[in-house]
């Protein structure tokens, strides 16, 4: 049976970079378009989807962002036990 990635702890050691960065972006992005959403509602406009689309969307992206963050943090610990073990 193959190991889950979360399992494999050269995998999510060398991951570490890319879904960091993938995950301030989507941050960044959550951010945005929650802004998005309050100029939307306060201005009256629809500026591509209404006011509470944009909400949604910016609840989606900082969801997933906050899952990436888990991952980050379990990388980290992986990779301090390792350091650890190796004194």
């Avoid at 399992?7 to 972006?25: D, F, Q, V, W």
């Amino acid at each position: 049976m193959a190991k889950r990635h979360w399992e494999n702890r050269e995998y999510l050691k060398a991951s570490l970079g890319s879904s960091g960065m993938a995950a301030h972006i989507c941050w960044f992005l959550g951010i945005v378009f929650a802004v998005l959403g309050i100029i939307a509602d306060a201005a009256n406009i629809t500026p591509g989807l209404t006011s509470m689309g944009w909400f949604l969307l910016a609840i989606v992206t900082l969801m997933v962002s906050i899952t990436m963050f888990f991952g980050m943090g379990l990388a980290w610990y992986l990779i301090t036990t390792d350091r650890k073990k190796e004194e």
